[in-house]
């Protein structure tokens, strides 16, 4: 029959056509290349054979049941919706939606609804398209267009952002919000690939336990593959196989991972990995992406990591350049900056301050009975002990051999700096223990205070030695404070 005889044939039988002319309705069925169905009174009252291969659903399992029911529930009602006005517009237009099929995936159906008269009553006629793949790839078209927006947030945000912890949540955060990816989470190792962080989007199950395992070097399988394994990154297609070893990878709708190397010129930060919803709206081109995510992620840590490097190098350089080498207390060029400062503070504030210079009695007898190195250790011993005795405002500083100053910012009166110097002489009853070695040390006390013995660090400097050396003659283990340039002393122990 050809196509002019077909459709006299079906004009001649009317809208009745296909109960009265049954060749004519399996000819049209055969050349219509796409399921059709009818459905009367909300159910199925026919299928074809092409139906029944999309869907998974024999005729007579289908025949008698509500159309609705095998449509996604998020698409019933906008299905409802389109079927009832492409009936009441008499001519049909296409619509789009999800239809389940019995293996229980869903496929994206493209379907044009007509009404007719069937067996008498009304009825309605469906034609269903599988446009599963096309939705897929428009998807992916979309999602990747989502994802390299998010790698230009993510680009911006690493060429700017200085904080480790920062820039990892962020990223992860962002790729969340891409779609499609239940959760993103970062692993951080040092260089021997020891356990250092874990950062994430959702919280994971069982967590805690996951983190000690890890502080412990039990990484799970797919962190373990990709730290240690030659490929830079692994696809698991399915998560559930691996839920004995790592269950606390696992979010509500994780189904599959991707997992990658965090690595910068051979030098490993950790891995990155992604939880995946719908494994099938992904594919390589999107690895290769997220690739480029996890590359910036390792530059951003790098760039950090040089900058701490750097700023922990100046700070080193900063504190050999202003402390002893040997004790690590202020040296001479930090203690005059503090002093100016105090200077200028007690002007101001009609404040005094003092200077003490302090010198241990028979130090060389240590070294030349002992040695050089328990020499060392007891200067070390000393500077700690002074260090513990004053107040935090104070400053104690070694100025070389076994001479220290201290300085004392902010004081009421003389007094005041002879309690401490007192204070300090008591501190030296107590012997030092080195090297098994309990040494019995006192030390002579130069006191100089501002402004009575100078209103600059030389004169400060100069009569706190000077009142040093009368202690000494005065027969150590006491202190001395310089009055005025007439031989005037407070002296005591």
């Known amino acids: 029959m050809n196509k002019t005889d077909l459709t006299k044939k079906l004009q001649d039988n009317g809208s009745n056509g296909l109960e009265e002319s049954p060749e004519l309705a399996q000819a049209l069925v055969r050349s219509a290349g796409t399921g ?36 996604h529930p998020e698409d019933r009602n906008a299905v409802r919706e389109a079927a009832v006005e492409s009936l009441k517009g008499g001519s049909p237009y296409p619509y789009e939606y999800r239809f389940v099929r019995k293996n229980g995936e869903a496929m994206w159906i493209l379907e044009r609804v007509t009404s007719m008269n069937y067996r008498g009553k009304r009825a309605a006629v469906g034609s269903f398209m599988d446009i599963t793949m096309r939705k897929r790839a428009e998807q992916k078209l979309v999602h990747q267009s989502i994802v390299l927006r998010t790698l230009k947030a993510v680009d911006s945000l690493v060429a700017e952002e200085m904080d480790k ?9 962002l790729l969340v919000q891409a779609g499609n990816y239940a959760n993103v989470w970062v692993v951080l190792v040092d260089g021997e690939k020891k356990f250092l962080s874990l950062s994430y989007a959702v919280r994971m199950k069982e967590m805690p336990c996951m983190v000690e395992n890890m502080k412990r070097g039990h990484y799970p399988r797919c962190i373990r593959e990709v730290l240690e394994g030659e490929r830079k990154y692994n696809v698991y297609p399915d998560l559930s196989n691996m839920r004995d070893e790592s269950p606390s990878l ?12 965090l690595e910068t010129a051979g030098h490993v930060h950790g891995v990155m990995g992604v939880s995946i919803s719908d494994l099938s709206a992904t594919d390589e081109d999107e690895w290769l992406l997220l690739q480029e995510v996890a590359a910036d992620i390792s530059y951003g840590l790098s760039r950090i990591e040089a900058e701490q490097l750097r700023r922990e190098s100046e700070l080193r350089m900063t504190h050999l350049a202003l402390h002893d080498a040997l004790t690590g207390l202020p040296n001479r060029t930090l203690l005059n900056d503090r002093l100016n400062v105090a200077v200028a503070q007690a002007t101001r504030n009609s404040y005094k301050l003092a200077v003490m210079m302090l010198d241990l009695d028979y130090f060389k007898d240590v070294n030349d009975s002992l040695g050089h190195s328990v020499g060392d250790k007891l200067l070390k011993e000393v500077g700690q002990r ?14 070389g051999g076994d001479e220290f100053i201290v300085l004392l910012p902010q004081i009421s009166s003389a007094e005041y700096a002879a309690k401490v110097a007192r204070k300090l002489l008591n501190s030296f ?51 001395c404070v310089w009055i005025s340039e007439r031989d005037e002393w407070q002296c005591g122990s």
């Open 250 to 261: 696992m979010t509500e709708d994780s189904q599959a991972a991707f997992v990658t190397r």
């Open 386 to 399: 002074l260090v513990r005795v004053l107040r935090r405002s104070d400053t104690v500083s070694r100025m």
């Open 165 to 173: 912890d920062f820039l990892i949540d962020r990223v992860c955060n």
């Open 36 to 71: 059709i169905y009818i459905v009367q009174d909300g159910k199925f009252v026919y299928v074809n054979h092409l139906f029944e291969e999309m869907t998974g659903y024999s005729a007579k399992e289908l025949v008698g049941k509500s159309s609705l029911e095998r449509v």
């Open 429 to 479: 009853k107590e012997p030092f223990l080195v090297e098994r070695h309990e040494l019995r040390m006192t030390t002579s006390i130069g006191v100089a205070l501002y402004p009575e013995a100078g209103e600059d660090a030389e004169s400060l400097f100069r009569h706190a030695d000077t009142a040093m050396y009368r202690a000494k003659d005065r027969g150590r283990d006491r202190y």
